[in-house]
C-alpha cells in the first residue's frame, strides 16, 4: 500500500511514519512525504497513493486548496491541531481525522476504520463539504504549535507561547512558564504563519507574544529595549530593531 503523507511540520512527518513503520494492521510498501501545498498538487497531478493523511493547514495555505488543483478520489484522514476543524471534517467527511498531538492508539483507529470503509468509499461527499469547510474566517494562521517532549509529541497554544527566537541553526519556542523547546523552522518562514494580532517580528532573533512584554525602555529614538517575561535563556538585551521601532510601537498600541 501506497501512503502519502502532506505535512509541513518535519517533527510531526517523522513521528507519523515511525508508527506507520511500526503497525501491522495495513501493509505499507511506499510512503511518500510532501510538504507543502505545491508539492502535493504536483505530486497528484500525475502520481496517486491508496491513502492520504492530510495536515489541514499547510505553510503556503490550507491543504483543501488541493482538491480545486487535482481530482483526488483516494481515502484522506485529516491532522489537525484544531478543534472546530476536527469536528467539521469528522461530520461532513465519511473518513477520520487524527487530533494533535495523537497516539499510537488513536492512528490504529483511524486505520481500522480506513479498512472499514475504503471498499465502499465515495468521494462525492468529501468534493461536495470543500465549501462548507473553507469558510472567510478560516484565516489559516497556526494557533497550536508541534514540539518533542520526550519520545512524544506536544501541542502549545499560541497564548501559551512566549516567543520563538533563533540561536544557531535552531529556532527554539519559548512557553509562558518558561519552558523552551526546539522548534521546526525558522524564524524567517514562521512569522508569516503566526496571528499578526498576537505576534511580532521584533529583529532577526525574536519574534514575540505581546503578552510576553512586561517593560518597555526607550533609550533613544533608535534604541527600544523589551524586558520579556520569562526571560530569555540566553541572557542578552532584547532591543526592536531600528528600522521595526514605529511599526512595532504602533503594533503595541493596538
Known amino acids: 500500500m501506497k501512503i502519502a503523507i502532506i505535512e509541513d511540520e518535519l517533527l510531526a512527518v517523522n513521528y507519523l511514519k ?9 501493509p505499507v510498501t511506499e510512503t511518500v512525504i510532501l510538504r507543502s501545498k505545491k508539492q502535493a498538487i504536483d505530486f497528484f497531478e500525475n502520481h496517486s497513493a491508496d491513502l492520504i493523511f492530510m495536515d489541514i493547514h499547510l505553510g503556503d495555505g490550507m491543504s483543501l486548496e488541493i482538491f480545486e ?42 486505520l481500522q476504520k480506513f479498512i472499514s470503509i475504503r471498499s465502499n468509499f465515495d468521494p462525492g461527499p468529501v ?23 520526550g519520545n512524544k509529541l506536544k501541542s502549545i497554544d ?40 498576537l505576534f511580532f517580528k521584533i529583529n532577526r532573533k525574536f519574534i514575540i507574544n505581546k503578552a510576553a512584554i512586561v517593560e518597555i525602555t526607550k533609550h533613544s529614538s533608535q534604541k527600544v529595549e523589551l524586558k520579556l517575561s520569562p526571560a530569555p535563556e540566553i541572557n542578552s538585551d532584547v532591543f526592536i530593531s531600528k528600522r521595526q521601532i514605529t511599526e512595532c510601537l504602533n503594533w503595541l498600541k493596538n
Not at 469547510?133 to 508541534?146: A, C, I, T, V
Open 18 to 26: 515511525d508508527l506507520l513503520d511500526k503497525q501491522n494492521i495495513v
Open 69 to 110: 488543483h487535482v481530482e483526488l478520489f483516494t481515502p484522506v484522514i485529516f491532522i489537525t491541531a484544531f478543534d472546530e476543524y476536527a469536528m467539521r471534517v469528522f461530520r461532513h467527511f465519511t473518513i477520520d481525522y487524527l487530533l494533535k498531538p495523537f497516539e499510537e492508539e488513536d492512528l490504529h483507529k483511524a
Open 127 to 149: 468534493l461536495q463539504s470543500l465549501s462548507t469547510l473553507r469558510q472567510p474566517e478560516n484565516s489559516g494562521k497556526m494557533k497550536h504549535f508541534m514540539v518533542r517532549e
Open 158 to 197: 499560541e497564548h501559551q507561547t512566549a516567543y520563538f527566537f533563533a540561536s544557531g541553526k535552531y529556532l527554539f519556542l519559548t512557553t509562558n512558564d518558561g519552558k523552551t523547546y526546539i522548534y521546526d523552522d525558522t524564524i524567517k518562514d514562521i512569522i508569516h504563519k503566526l496571528n499578526p494580532e
